[in-house]
């Protein structure tokens, strides 16, 4: 009896690895199939498609920025944003679609009796489309340069003191904010590289300038404030981005 324990997990375990190994060998394979793929694609510019996340900071330098009023504005502000960006890739023309949203670094005060302690806040969401060429290849390396034109939704809100600290946890219907959209439509130019750090990873970063066309009379809220931007804007936008390449 004592022997037919060791023999029996012996024999389970020969099983197992019988049955997992074929299993583990054809997930490596396609995987190197994958790899070789998203390789080849790249050196001899086949047919392929781009993924990346991509974090950065958008900064407003010339932008009249009035959270309190249109008599009291504020020179520039800098925001961090967040993005997944899509591209479907032909030889050394890419074109694909991007989301991305961005907050304000800085909150400030709103206008309103002082008990009521208002604030205000800003955040960002883009839409855009994306062509790039990719006018300079190395071994690692490829840098690229394109247009965007897409919209913008800037998001306005102000609070109070209630909002940001419930003295509840009952949960009320309805947004804790008093909040002001602004749609605009966003064209630029952006220049950018990759470089590889494995067949199907890679690595780079993205250098942008937008201007943003905003409605010039800035939109009111029933609460008596005002769009904090207006008009045409001008944009500067520096990234980081992790990428993923598929082979078609």
């Known amino acids: 009896m004592a ?3 060791p023999v029996a997990l012996v024999i389970s375990t020969a099983a197992l690895t019988w049955l ?20 080849a694609a790249l050196e001899q510019d086949y047919t392929h498609t781009l993924v990346s996340v991509n974090a950065g900071l958008i900064s407003l330098p010339a932008a009249n920025v009035c959270p309190r009023s249109r008599t009291s504005c504020e020179k520039g502000e800098t925001s961090f944003s967040l993005g997944v960006f ?28 002082a008990e009521l302690e208002r604030e205000h806040d800003r955040s960002y969401f883009l839409v855009e489309g994306q ?51 602004t749609e605009g439509l966003a064209a630029g ?41 207006s008009g045409r804007v001008d944009m500067l936008e520096f990234g980081l981005l992790v990428a993923y390449r598929i082979a078609l």
């Open 86 to 113: 899509n591209q479907y890739r032909i030889g050394r023309f890419g074109l694909g679609a991007s989301i991305a949203w961005a907050q304000s670094l800085l909150s400030g005060t709103a206008p309103g009796a």
């Open 20 to 39: 997992v190994s074929p299993s583990l060998a054809s997930a490596q394979s396609k995987e190197s199939a994958a790899a070789r793929r998203a390789s």
């Open 189 to 229: 130019l952006a220049i950018g590289g990759e470089w590889t750090v494995a067949p199907n990873w890679s690595l780079g970063t993205t250098l942008r300038y937008a201007s943003w066309f905003l409605p010039t009379e800035p939109k009111q809220a029933p609460t008596g404030d005002s769009a904090s931007l």
């Open 3 to 5: 022997l037919r324990l």
């Open 131 to 181: 062509a790039r060429y990719y006018g300079i290849q190395s071994d690692k390396w490829e840098w690229w340069g394109g247009v965007t034109l897409g919209a913008v939704i800037i998001r306005d809100a102000w609070t109070v003191a209630s909002d940001r600290d419930p003295w509840a946890d009952t949960a009320f219907v309805g947004p804790r904010a008093a909040a002001l959209s």
